[in-house]
């Protein structure tokens, strides 16, 4: 597969960590995407794919593409046999200036780019893609769309700072003391994190320590789960467990096993790290 990436320039920078594109044959049919902090924007240039953001949802086909907040479950990709596509890895509070609605309402509810910004906008941006001279000029042209769109969000900058300061310890932080830290009520900042990134700052930090820890794997090695889930700061190694089944049905050993999975069949594959063979 062909990947290109780059990061958008200012203001953009604050909001989305990179822009890609993405084209050629999957490595499996069906990938699963455990959660993690980040929001994720695509515009489909090639046949539709199949997405189900969780078991109990039934899977769904994506022509032009799609917007997801950040989830709180595993999601389930289904690619075409040649997937192509321009998109955005977003900062978990980076998509609030370019919806019409509240980031609650999205959350673990994928939904197609026309029914955020409408069907003739996304057929003239489509075109417009699909006719660039190559995968850097269609990174300006996603990124000058995205320029153009940019709102403006109330609370932005405090959902900003205190998503900093979780990052920061990779979510090992006491939730309490976010609220006083920032000077509002937590009853304000939980739902200015639920406007603007769809979840609350307790499940944002479950988000990041879930996603140090995984980082912090080494499937070519063998693992000390009892220290990893202790440097992660969870609680024990049985709260470790759980958690990891919750965020994407496997326990850490499966989880192990899918990922030699993916090194041995695919090695050095652009997608290998975070996406796991759902076959």
Known sequence: MEYVSRV???PLDGLIDDLYYLEGAPPYA???LPPMPSALLIVNLGPPFRMRAGTDVETADYADGCVITMPTRAFEFGYPPGTRSVGAHVKPWGLAPFLPMPAAELCDRPVTLEQVWGRSAIAELRDRLATAAGPHEMLTLLEQE????LGESAGLGLVRHTSGVIAAA????????????AGVSSTHLTQRFKELIGVTPKRLARAHRFTAAVFAIDPAGPVDWGELANTAGYFDQAHFGHEFRA??????TQYVEVRRRFQREHPGHVLDGWPLPAD
């Open 247 to 252: 965020f994407t049905g496997l326990t850490p």
């Open 30 to 32: 069906r990938l699963m």
């Open 8 to 10: 958008p320039r200012p």
């Open 146 to 149: 995205l320029m153009r769109r």
């Open 170 to 181: 990779g979510g090992a932080v006491p939730i309490g003391e976010l609220s006083v830290a």
